[in-house]
């Protein structure tokens, strides 16, 4: 999961642009946090955003694939962003919105879940 120093400080800033984010080294990869919450990673110089069920169709209808750390029967709950969309500010904002609500809503379930 190595990620080039260039990728890494290239996409940090692009969605430090929209709102301030930090990035944490992990298992070879690039955690990323907004807000508290971890919404994205870097993994082989791709960019992956968390999803859920309502975000997903917008990845897939794009072809893109989900993050897979250990093979194909390991998908994660994150799917790779289009490189054309890390390079829009635009389209790139309301992205990054969708994936750090998501995110927002991961917690907030996870939460309910210890108090249960």
Request: glycine share 8%; hydrophobic share 40%; proline share 5%.
């Given at each position: 999961?190595?990620v ?27 955690g ?85």
């Open positions: 999961m190595a080039s120093e260039s990728y890494r400080e290239f996409v940090l800033e692009q969605l430090g642009r929209v709102t301030p984010v930090t990035g944490k080294s992990m298992f070879g990869g690039v990323i946090y907004a807000q508290g919450l971890f919404f994205a990673l870097i993994a082989e110089d791709r960019l992956y955003f968390k999803v859920d069920d309502t975000t997903r169709p917008d990845f897939e209808q794009l072809g893109m694939e989900p993050f897979r750390p250990f093979g194909e029967d390991s998908a994660m709950g994150y799917y790779e962003v289009p490189g054309d969309v890390v390079e829009d500010p635009v389209r790139l904002t309301a992205w990054m919105k969708k994936a750090i609500d998501v995110a927002a809503k991961a917690r907030i379930k996870k939460k309910k879940a210890v108090k249960q």
